[in-house]
């Protein structure tokens, strides 16, 4: 990442790389521990040996509730001495927060355990709570030229609310925890899904670390929120995000030299005293159901059960982390481990042999790389992990590149570490052969497994991880400029209404939907409000204007909705054309022998597509999928698309696929061609055209150039501005009426 002296990295996490401990008054900073505060603190190790301009704030929660007394003092010493910006948060915002929603709801529900997943509104709103603490937070630290990088589950809404409030801060977003498939992520309430995502896609750039689970969630916000993604780019109605899978790696070499530390290799002679000829199988993880410990035990007691040559010849330490100590999941989980290990060493160990060493404690760097150098194989089975760096950094100590790792087909990790054995822990029986296997590996295969591994992992270590994030968060926030460069600044915006004031003969080309109205489920509930009705009125009203709507809609719809205005009106892209005096016409001759032949098709697709329907206008065909399912419809509009091209080849006429609908209407007929019935027979001295859509862009390329086009939506476009929503062309339109009011007041003079 290349840096400035006024460009800041702002990490944001639920926890600050430290703990506060507050004792009458004094305050004492504990550094913290943890895969993602150490792979960041690698990170930021590393860009400072690089640049030592290097400038980070890392944003989060001390870790403790301290006293109104020193929360001045905290913040001035966590910025000072840690380069950290603290959140204050009150215990009961904690114990709602973090111990409620996001490992209650949150926690269980993305790794697969809907069981013990709780639906409880009051959490949801203190989880809602706590991301707006943290917004508010980052408004006040942030500045202009800064990247916000946001991590994990527990600040999901957060993008959204800060991208709300600063849209030009870019901003990334990370989950280190599995994204559930679309079948699970929609057994929370409705509206706590949607606004997750929506919170979500607040950012710019979003990681996950798999491809699956990128996919899961690019496959929910198409199902829940309609949004589709092309190779990860979500187009949303006012900016692009991108959706990308970044593998989280580890520090490779400080693991892999760890090995020579004296401290380490002290420790690892001590344990190697006590485990004489034996083998050692390795377990360590956090107390959790997700880490799938309990499976362990059962296949570790399998293995001794079924092959007695075994017995006093390996042994099992299990390492469990304390960890979330009160979720009574936890506790419970806790008791039964007791009870099996209690159990496998009652049957099957003697006074020389405990099958099982059990140890239920914290393990710091030194003690925990002994035990993976010494080990001769780590048995890592989680149920459901995001990642797993366990399983990498086993793999990095092994300097002599002997030793086997069992894991489980269900870590991220696993993605990158097929030359693992590996399993399903859901397979007790499984889990046993894997450690047999394990067990009798020859030396040559151990080396040339760990060898493919041990590259791999040295290749895309964490400061490739997170440098990668952060090039393409910044490569995607350039995009997003060129994408503002072309939003309709206020500076034209005033420059449209001052010639639009100043103008005697003005002509004004609209379209619809999209453009005047948002998409509905189903044409015909995209009716026009009253605000709509009085803009075109009073627009239409003056008589400098020649106001034209044209629009994919057929003339019988556009006359039921509009025919009251003395308004002109082009239907059906321009196959009918209607003055606002006078009646409705063709703008040439149109044979109509096709749509009996392709009506039937079209039939047919909706008929396989729960709610798609097709929709007959005088000279043209649609086939709308808005109402179907989203995932489905996308799929079958693209085999509609390839059956109509071929069908369609030999006659007059066009096949388009356009917002949730595929359309054939005979060839010659667009908008541009309409457009120009006007263009073509009068001066104007101001033109302005609104669209949204490619049916437009016919109309955007015959327009003078001293006209004004704008297209509404995110994508290239003919037209010379872009306008985020249907709301902007409400706006420039009521503003173009008011600044004529205005003009005439004063030009009029006071009233007498």
Not at 202 to 207: K, W, Y
Not at 242 to 249: A, I, K, L, S
Not at 302 to 329: A, D, W, Y
């Amino acid at each position: 990442m290349t840096t400035s002296h006024n460009k800041r990295l702002i990490i944001v996490s639920n926890r600050l790389p430290f703990s506060v401990h507050e004792t009458d008054g004094e305050l004492d900073f504990r550094e913290s521990a943890g895969g993602l505060v150490t792979g960041l603190r690698s990170y930021l190790e590393s860009q400072e040996k690089e640049d030592s301009r290097l400038d980070y704030v890392w944003v989060g929660w001390p870790g403790n509730t301290v006293s109104n007394a020193v929360t001045e003092q905290l913040k001035a010493r966590a910025l000072a001495e840690h380069r950290s910006y603290p959140v204050f948060l009150t215990q009961e915002e904690m114990d709602n927060f973090y111990f409620g929603f996001c490992n209650r709801t949150i926690w269980p529900l993305f790794h697969y355990f809907p069981s013990y997943t709780t639906y409880e509104e009051e959490l949801w709103k203190h989880y809602k709570r706590v991301n707006e603490i943290f917004c508010n937070a980052l408004v006040d630290l942030t500045r202009a030229g800064d990247i916000v990088w946001i991590h994990d589950y527990h600040l999901m809404l957060l993008p959204g609310m800060l991208k709300a409030k600063s849209p030009h801060i870019p901003i990334g977003f990370f989950l280190h925890i599995p994204f559930p498939t679309f079948e699970v992520f929609r057994l929370l309430p409705v509206r706590w899904r949607r606004e997750i995502l929506d919170g979500i896609l607040g950012a710019d750039l979003i990681g996950y670390h798999t491809y699956d689970y990128s996919n899961a969630f690019l496959q929910s916000v198409l199902r829940i929120l309609g949004y589709e993604h092309h190779l990860g780019r979500i187009t949303l109605p006012s900016r692009i995000v991108r959706v990308e899978t970044f593998p989280m790696g580890i520090d490779f070499e400080k693991i892999h030299t760890a090995i020579h530390d004296p401290e380490v290799q002290q420790e690892r002679d001590d344990l190697k005293k006590t485990l004489t000829d034996v083998k050692v199988v390795l377990s360590v993880d956090r107390l959790d159901y997700s880490k799938g410990i309990l499976n362990r035990l059962h296949g570790f007691e399998i293995l001794l059960r079924t092959n007695p040559q075994f017995r006093e010849k390996v042994v099992l330490i299990m390492v469990v982390v304390p960890s979330r100590i009160g979720v009574e999941h936890y506790e419970l989980m806790k008791k039964q481990i007791e009870e099996i290990v209690g159990r496998i060493n009652g049957q099957f160990g003697s006074v020389n042999w405990t099958p099982v060493i059990y140890q239920f404690r914290h393990l710091s760097f030194k003690p925990l790389t002994a035990l993976y150098s010494l080990c001769d194989v780590a048995l890592v089975t989680p149920l459901r992990d995001g990642m797993n760096l366990v399983s990498k950094e086993y793999v990095a100590t092994r300097s002599d590149q002997t030793g086997v790792l069992v894991l489980s087909e269900m870590a991220g990790s696993a993605k990158e570490l097929g030359e693992a054995i590996i399993i399903n822990p859901n397979n007790w029986e499984e889990i046993a052969e894997a450690l047999k296997e394990a067990l009798e590996m020859p030396l040559e295969e151990q080396k040339r497994r760990n060898q493919i591994m041990q590259t791999r992992l040295r290749r895309y270590d964490v400061v490739r991880w997170a440098n990668d994030f952060v090039g393409h968060l910044l490569a995607m926030h350039s995009e997003q400029e060129r994408f503002y460069a072309k939003l309709l600044p206020a500076s034209m915006r005033e420059r449209i209404i001052h010639e639009y004031e100043h103008s005697t003969k003005r002509l004004i080309l609209l379209d619809y939907d999209g453009t005047l109205v948002p998409f509905a489920r189903k044409p015909h509930l995209a009716t026009p409000s009253a605000d709509v009705l009085r803009l075109l009125r009073t627009l239409s009203g003056d008589p400098a204007n020649t106001v034209v709507l044209i629009s994919g809609r057929d003339k019988k719809t556009l006359e039921g909705w509009f025919g009251r205005i003395p308004i002109n009106m082009v239907a059906e892209h321009g196959a009918w054309l209607k003055k606002q005096d006078g009646d409705w016409r063709t703008l040439k001759q149109q044979a109509n022998d096709w749509k009996p032949r392709i009506l039937p098709i079209l039939e047919l697709y909706a008929d396989r597509l729960p709610g798609a329907f097709v929709e007959e206008k005088d000279h043209s065909l649609a086939w709308h999928y808005r109402a179907a399912d989203p995932e489905q419809g996308r799929i079958l509009a693209g085999e509609l698309m390839d059956h109509l091209s071929s069908f369609t080849a030999n006659i007059n006429v066009q096949v388009l696929q356009g917002s949730k609908v595929v359309e054939l209407r005979s060839s010659g007929i667009n908008k541009g061609v309409a457009g120009m019935r006007w263009l073509s027979k009068e001066q104007y001295d101001f033109i302005l055209a609104i669209g949204d859509d490619w049916t437009d862009e016919d109309l955007f390329a015959v327009l003078p150039d001293t006209a004004y086009s704008i297209r509404v939506g995110v994508t290239n476009t003919q037209a010379r501005y872009n306008f985020r929503n249907p709301s902007d062309t409400l706006q420039l339109l009521e503003s173009l009426i008011h600044s004529i009011r205005i003009g005439v007041g004063q030009h009029e003079g006071p009233m007498r």
